[in-house]
């Protein structure tokens, strides 16, 4: 709300909010986490309605999983370790059946986020608000 008051002042702006794919299908016994990211793309859209007369954009990205990312591999809590122990398979097991969900066969990156945001952040996408677009590799098309 801070950097809108600036924002109105200037007639311009944009706003980017990170979220998940979550945000777009419910996720299987992580009802909350799903409940969050659905309630995130609804403040988005929102948001998008209240600011668009004052000519700030906002919109939501929503990626898929960063397997190469510090909640997957760092620590003895690591999702990778947690989901290895759940079902009694290696870690790269765990990867690869991540990695199998996905019609492009990865993961999404940190590059493949930043693009977006670059993009979403230019006047390229001047047209476009309230939008939670996908970076999922295919897995979420909606």
Known sequence: ????????????????????????????????????????????????????????????ICPGNLLDSPLWNDGPNSLFKQYARKWQISEEEVRQKYIDQVPMKRGCTYDDICNVVTFMASDQASYMTGQAINVTGGQEMR
Do not use: P
């Open 1 to 60: 709300k801070h950097a809108a008051r600036v924002m109105k002042q200037q007639h311009s702006g944009v706003i980017i909010e990170i979220n998940s794919k979550s945000g777009k299908k419910g996720s299987y016994k992580n009802s909350a986490y799903a409940a969050s990211k659905f309630g995130g793309v609804g403040l988005t859209q929102s948001i998008a309605l209240d600011l668009a007369e004052h000519g700030i954009r906002v919109n939501a």
